[in-house]
């Protein structure tokens, strides 16, 4: 058994116990230092058409270049509903580029798991397993798709994601994605903004991909959409939950019908507080596997004390909300974790709601996790939760 093992499992059953009267148990599945890597960042969780739910990062080398560390793409599988996970095992990268980013797309047609990430910020690659991610193809490049975006946006940085793609009721494959025209730095690093965000589609099981339309890019609008994650709402349509940099600090919101053209005017949703950070999106079966439901994750720090002070940034107080409205509004929200946590991303299986997300400080910065950590939560739970308040900006 490895060390990361020992403490995967030590930290259920000390969690488990902790967090069983409020309806959640976490388990840590990657942590700072551990494993041979500084930390590990951005994930991403999804359920197999079978049932195994795979979970996957990107593992930064180290703290000296941020965003721009050398990484490489890490998976564990759980086939008990996410109770005991298998070891930690590298799927795509070298140990010196930065390989990350990762976007997990589950076909239910055809049982196929494709998985898309990029590297340097200048190529995307996918693979794809049909064994529910023991095994993987080799990675094929389809860094063309993107360059088809080069003729309405000269990017130099471009990625997918963030969390988990879609497949839409008709099949087709669907995966957020952002590019950035950014300053070039002397390090060879390039900024993340000001950025535009869009999606890609696969209506051949990801044989092959296209470009969508740009659904938002920097404006007076909206400043420098980024981070976008996609979810088939209940009523059929495709809705994006964007992060931007505004003063407004909500989540922005479009709606399509086909998921990759005729995108409605961006909306700020009041109720979705944004710390400028990722957030976790999921359309999903309500209680008793009864009328589906849209599933929101993020730090919701909007009342952490000092918050104002540090400019609405604050990355803590991980919140999931409930929509029953097809994301209109959203009638439910249950605190998860009160304590630092940033990205996270959500999956769903029978009765449980699945969610990873960073957590803890690592040298006392919210950007640098100590953890990688899965929580199962009871949708019953959710459900009882209060209504979020509408987002109103304090002094």
């Known amino acids: 058994m490895t060390t990361m093992t020992r403490l995967g499992l030590a930290a259920i059953l000390m969690l488990a116990s902790v967090a069983a009267g409020a309806q959640v148990e976490s388990v840590n599945l990657w942590n700072a230092g551990i494993?041979?890597?500084?930390?590990?960042?951005?994930?991403?969780?999804?359920?197999?058409?079978?049932?195994?739910?795979?979970?996957?990062?990107?593992?930064?080398?180290?703290?000296?270049?941020?965003?721009w560390s050398p990484a490489d793409v890490l998976l564990r599988r759980s086939t008990d509903g996410g109770r005991t996970w298998e070891p930690s095992r590298m799927i795509a990268g070298?140990?010196?580029?930065?390989?990350?980013?990762?976007?997990?797309?589950?076909?239910?047609?055809?049982?196929?798991?494709?998985?898309l990430y990029q590297k340097n910020y200048l190529h995307?690659?996918?693979?794809?397993?049909?064994?529910?991610?023991?095994?993987?193809?080799?990675?094929?490049?389809?860094?063309?798709?993107?360059?088809?975006?080069?003729?309405?946006?000269?990017?130099?940085?471009?990625?997918?994601?963030?969390?988990?793609?879609?497949?839409?009721?008709n099949g087709r494959l669907i995966a957020s994605?952002?590019?950035?025209n950014g300053q070039e730095h002397?390090?060879?690093?390039?900024?993340?903004?000001?950025?535009?965000?869009?999606?890609?589609?696969?209506?051949?099981?990801?044989?092959t991909w296209h470009r969508g339309a740009i659904i938002a890019r920097d404006s007076p609008q909206i400043k420098s959409p980024n981070e976008t994650v996609a979810t088939q709402l209940p009523n059929g349509k495709v809705?994006?939950?964007?992060?931007?940099?505004?003063?407004?600090?909500?989540?922005?919101?479009?709606?399509?019908?086909?998921?990759?053209?005729?995108?409605?005017?961006?909306?700020?949703?009041?109720?979705?507080?944004?710390?400028?950070?990722?957030?976790?999106?999921?359309?999903?079966?309500?209680?008793?596997?009864?009328t589906p439901v849209v599933y929101f994750s993020n730090p919701d720090s909007r009342d952490v004390p000092g918050a104002s002070e540090r400019k609405w940034r604050v990355r803590e107080n991980l919140t999931v909300k409930v929509s029953e409205d097809n994301g209109q509004s959203w009638s439910h929200e249950r605190v998860i974790d009160p304590g630092v946590a940033a990205y996270s991303d959500i999956a769903s299986q029978r009765s449980t709601l699945l969610v990873i997300y960073e957590s803890g400080p690592q040298l006392g910065s919210q950007t640098k996790p100590d953890h990688l950590t899965v929580a199962r939560v009871s949708k019953a739970w959710l459900m009882q939760g209060p209504p979020p308040p509408v987002w109103t900006m304090k002094p």
Not at 53 to 60: E, K, S, V
Not at 94 to 115: E, F, M, P, Y
Not at 177 to 180: H, L, N, S, V, Y
Request: charge should be negative.
């Open 186 to 207: 002397p390090d060879g690093t390039r900024g993340h903004g000001p950025a535009a965000m869009a999606t890609i589609y696969s209506d051949d099981h990801g044989r």
């Open 239 to 290: 809705m994006v939950n964007i992060r931007s940099g505004g003063a407004e600090h909500l989540r922005a919101v479009s709606v399509s019908d086909d998921g990759i053209s005729g995108w409605s005017p961006i909306r700020f949703d009041s109720q979705l507080f944004d710390p400028t950070c990722d957030a976790g999106l999921l359309t999903a079966p309500g209680l008793a596997g009864g």
């Open 177 to 180: 994605i952002w590019m950035a």
């Open 94 to 115: 070298n140990g010196k580029d930065l390989t990350d980013n990762v976007v997990a797309i589950v076909d239910r047609q055809t049982g196929a798991v494709h998985i």
């Open 35 to 67: 494993g041979g890597y500084a930390t590990y960042r951005v994930p991403g969780i999804v359920v197999t058409k079978r049932g195994t739910i795979l979970a996957y990062c990107g593992a930064r080398k180290d703290l000296s270049k941020g965003d």
């Open 124 to 169: 995307v690659f996918e693979i794809d397993s049909k064994d529910d991610g023991k095994t993987f193809t080799p990675e094929r490049d389809i860094t063309a798709v993107f360059d088809g975006f080069k003729s309405d946006y000269e990017w130099n940085v471009v990625t997918p994601g963030t969390g988990h793609g879609i497949q839409l009721k």
